[in-house]
Each structure stands twice: as C-alpha cells, then as structure tokens.
C-alpha cells in the first residue's frame, strides 16, 4: 500500500510564503509524476503544479511565477514552494502520486490535504 504525507500548511499573511512537502511511501516501484492540486471553498479541486520524475513541470497561470514544485526521487518527496502568496491562495492542497507499483500496477494516489490560509 502506497501514502502520502502531506506537511507544512498554516496560516501567512498575503506576500507571505510557504513550502508544502509530500513524502510517499510504500510498494512504489516508479513514479511517473507527482501533482498538487488545491480545492477552495465551493469550488472544483484544480491541478495547482506537476513534476515528472525526469523534472519537467507544468504550473497552473495563475500560480506560475510564484510557485516552484521539485522532487527529490531518492526521498520519494515533492515540494512546493509558494511565494507571494494571495488570499486567493487559500484552499486545501493534496499531493497527487501517479506511478507504479509492485507487479506493475498503476498508482494514482491522494494524499490528505493540507489546509494553506493566506489572511491578514
């Protein structure tokens, strides 16, 4: 079985910064990639950054600039490092691991989400 533990939420102020990590654990053999979404109060959960195993990113507009995502693959663990951060930043965010398992099953795996809340 295959977790993700999601770290470094909280409160900050606009302007402010966090860096959220994601460790995996578990029976993974290879992973694909390693995605943040966030979903806001009453509205769709969204794909916030991606990053490949080989490194590759792709950023939603509305972060790009501003959020950095990184994988360090001998940890299993991606980060996100958030600067500038706007109230409408505010939402919960979960880690997202797609991959493979043992015996070359697929993995798409949620973490729990960590709420971020950017409030003066």
């Known amino acids: 079985q295959v977790q993700l533990v999601e770290s470094g939420g909280g409160l900050v102020q606009p302007g402010g910064s966090l860096r959220l990590s994601c460790a995996a654990s578990?029976?993974?053999?290879?992973?694909?990639?390693m995605c943040w979404y966030r979903q806001a109060p009453g509205k769709q959960r969204e794909l916030v950054a991606a990053?490949?195993?080989?490194?590759?990113?792709n950023y939603a507009d509305s972060v790009k600039g501003r959020f950095t995502v990184s994988i360090d693959n001998a940890k299993n663990t991606v980060y996100l490092q958030m600067n500038s951060l706007k109230p409408e930043d505010t939402a919960v965010y979960y880690c997202?691991?797609?991959?493979?398992?043992?015996?070359?099953?697929?993995?798409?795996?949620w973490g729990q989400g960590t709420l971020v809340t950017v409030s003066s």
């Open positions: 990053i490949s195993s080989g490194g590759s990113t």
């Open positions: 997202n691991l797609r991959g493979y398992g043992l015996g070359n099953r697929w993995l798409d795996v």
């Open positions: 578990g029976s993974i053999f290879r992973i694909a990639a």
